[in-house]
């Protein structure tokens, strides 16, 4: 499966007019992108993987991977609207389960590392703005660049996570567990690249395939059917 999920992201990589960041963040200093990150989720709920209303009606899971240059592209494009509209409003609790494969023949291990991290940020309720912040300064995928370094400066991008705290955290047991429940959900609903999502009302969740990835009205109207339901 793994196999397979790799060569069909980067089928899907070379026709994206995505492709991350080309900023490097220099030693000692913080990510590009914290102030705009924090003030798009200021007063949001988080809780680990999620985002927004633990009572939510709706509940969108967002199966990415952090080195996955469309899933970049989804978060600059249509995610920030999405939380307006319907997150911030109470309406969808979205939740992110991280894969780590894209790549990885070029470079092994790098994107477990930025997951490892986000994960960690997890812990301190800040997955979502770790994540975004990341996205932000994202790199070319065939290259390694998740280093100690790097992601010590995306999470001082990141009010009040404590970096150290999390770096000390990213190889713990809880850790490794979402990661593994992340690649069993990746398996049970047969995905094949991210980023992938699934869709549903009061626990029951469903496969959902956006008819684009940039556009918040491919997601806005099965949101609004399933709030009117």
């Given at each position: 499966?793994?196999?397979?999920a790799i060569a069909i992201?980067?089928v899907a990589?070379?026709?994206s007019?995505?492709?991350?960041?080309?900023?490097?963040p220099?030693a000692?200093?913080a990510?590009?992108?914290?102030?705009?990150?924090?003030?798009?989720?200021?007063?949001?709920p988080?809780?680990?993987l999620?985002l927004g209303?633990?009572?939510a009606?709706?509940?969108?899971?967002e199966?990415a991977?952090l080195?996955?240059?469309?899933c970049d592209s989804?978060?600059r494009?249509a995610?920030p609207?999405?939380?307006?509209?319907?997150v911030?409003t109470g309406?969808?609790?979205?939740v992110?389960?991280?894969?780590?494969?894209?790549?990885?023949s070029?470079a092994?291990?790098?994107?477990k590392?930025a997951a490892?991290?986000a994960?960690?940020?997890?812990?301190q309720?800040?997955?979502?703005?770790?994540a975004d912040?990341?996205?932000?300064?994202?790199?070319?995928?065939?290259?390694?660049?998740?280093s100690?370094g790097?992601l010590t400066?995306v999470g001082a991008?990141?009010?009040?996570?404590?970096?150290r705290k999390?770096?000390a955290?990213?190889t713990?047991?809880?850790v490794?567990?979402q990661?593994?429940?992340a690649?069993a959900?990746?398996?049970?609903?047969g995905f094949t690249?991210?980023?992938s999502?699934l869709?549903?009302k009061n626990g029951?969740?469903?496969p959902f395939s956006p008819?684009?990835?940039?556009d918040?009205?491919a997601?806005?109207g099965?949101?609004?059917?399933?709030?009117?339901?």
């Open positions: 499966m793994a196999a397979i992201v980067a990589i070379a026709v007019s995505g492709g991350g960041s080309s900023h490097e220099k000692g200093q990510a590009q992108g914290g102030p705009e990150v924090a003030a798009r989720l200021k007063g949001i988080q809780h680990g999620e209303n633990p009572k009606p709706v509940t969108m899971v199966v991977d080195k996955c240059p469309i989804y978060m494009s995610f609207t999405l939380v307006d509209r319907y911030r309406k969808v609790k979205m992110m389960q991280l894969q780590t494969f894209v790549g990885e070029a092994p291990g790098d994107s590392r490892r991290m994960l960690a940020a997890g812990q309720n800040k997955l979502w703005n770790f912040v990341f996205y932000l300064n994202q790199q070319d995928e065939n290259t390694s660049y998740a100690d790097f400066s991008a990141v009010p009040g996570l404590d970096t999390a770096l955290n990213r713990s047991p809880a490794t567990k990661l593994q429940q690649d959900l990746f398996n049970k609903y690249g991210t980023p999502f869709l549903g029951r969740l469903s008819a684009s990835f940039d918040p009205a997601y806005s099965s949101f609004d059917k399933l709030l009117a339901q």
